[in-house]
């Protein structure tokens, strides 16, 4: 396996959470040329059963959701006294659509987290929207309007 193929997986996955070993026996190399290639990326080394907390929250949430039909996904857990799917990890507690967006936008919301769709409580990911998203859509529909 390729120096570069090493890199490419280690820039493109969390460092720190994954393991030279299991990237050299995934590559077909020597767990040497991992270190070597790490070290090259002057990038972390592997911290075993250390998740970032964004990595834990998304697993949590992908296991306490399941999708339904009309491509929506559905909270099966905890909810808040309104009926919000909430994740409470770690001592961290967050709603559900507040991860759904991070896992599909790959940044932080700005404001509330809405669904975009008519699903009650919809986690789907890819339906999730936050302030500059409605903003930005209802400037596009008052051009579109006017």
Known sequence: ?????????????EPREL?????AAEHGC???MVARVRADLRLPAYRRGKRSVRKALEDVFLERSRPVAGGHREWTRQTG???????SHR????TAGRVAFTIAQGREPEGQVRPSCTFPHCVEPDHQADRLMRDAARATLAEVAA
Do not use: F, K, N, Y
């Open 1 to 13: 396996m390729s120096w570069e193929a090493v890199a490419r997986a280690l820039q493109q996955g």
């Open 30 to 32: 020597s767990v040497r």
């Open 81 to 87: 006294a309104s009926g919000t799917p909430v994740i």
């Open 19 to 23: 393991s030279d070993l299991a990237l």
């Open 91 to 94: 001592g961290q507690h967050v």
